[in-house]
């Protein structure tokens, strides 16, 4: 690691930390999703969405302590783009989780429960990450392991589109179930973006 002349602003540490926390929220509640009766799914979906503004709160924390800090602890582009995916990552669960309920679907296609499992990993393994910012150490077994769970992700995915198409469901039942799984998919491929970056933050820091 780069021996450093100026101090640093450590917050950002924390908050990236809070933000990846508040995704684990984001993914146990995915998870009690899969459980739940059509009448449970709302209530579920009004804490999803209060973790979700929570997620936005940290953002905006983030965003407003880099505006305002003249010494950051890495470059500015990476700290905004690791935010914003973080970011982004609670945005597409929160979404799954009100399409559900909005489209009022009954019952999950066979393999939601295995994204949703990927999903609920990534969350464990980047809120465990995150601390670990503070002295890039023991990051890479997470970026590389992130990335292969993405890998699964995409498979699984797949295989949850041919389902779709074997002609069991109608036309519009097809449109409502894709979109939901396509919208799980581009959080795994969030995960992956903020595995990405933190590798990028830990290369200009070696």
Not at 10 to 33: C, H, P, Q, R, W
Not at 72 to 93: G, Q
Request: charged fraction near 25%.
């Amino acid at each position: 690691m780069r021996f450093r002349l100026t101090p640093r602003e450590t917050s950002f540490y924390d908050m990236f930390s809070a933000s990846a926390d508040n995704i684990v929220t984001g993914s146990k509640l995915l998870m009690e999703l899969l459980g739940a009766d059509s009448s449970a799914r709302a209530e579920i979906a009004e804490r999803m969405r209060a973790a979700e503004h929570a997620g936005d709160d940290a953002t905006h924390a983030i965003f407003h302590q880099l505006n305002s800090s003249f010494i950051t602890p890495f470059d500015r582009e990476d700290i905004y783009n690791l935010a914003s995916s973080l970011d982004d990552i609670m945005d597409f669960m929160e979404e799954a989780v009100d399409l559900v309920v909005l489209y009022n679907v009954e019952e999950l296609p066979k393999g939601v429960e295995q994204q949703i499992e990927v999903l609920s990993r990534a969350a464990e393994l980047t809120a465990e990450a995150m601390p670990h910012l503070r002295t890039m150490t023991n990051l890479t077994e997470y970026w590389i392991e992130v990335n292969r769970l993405e890998n699964q992700a995409d498979q699984i995915h797949r295989k949850l589109l041919a389902h779709l198409f074997n002609g069991k469901y109608d036309a519009i039942e097809v449109l409502k179930l894709k979109q939901i799984v396509d919208v799980l998919e581009e959080a795994a491929d969030a995960f992956e973006h903020v595995a990405n970056t933190v590798e990028t933050i830990a290369v200009k820091e070696s």
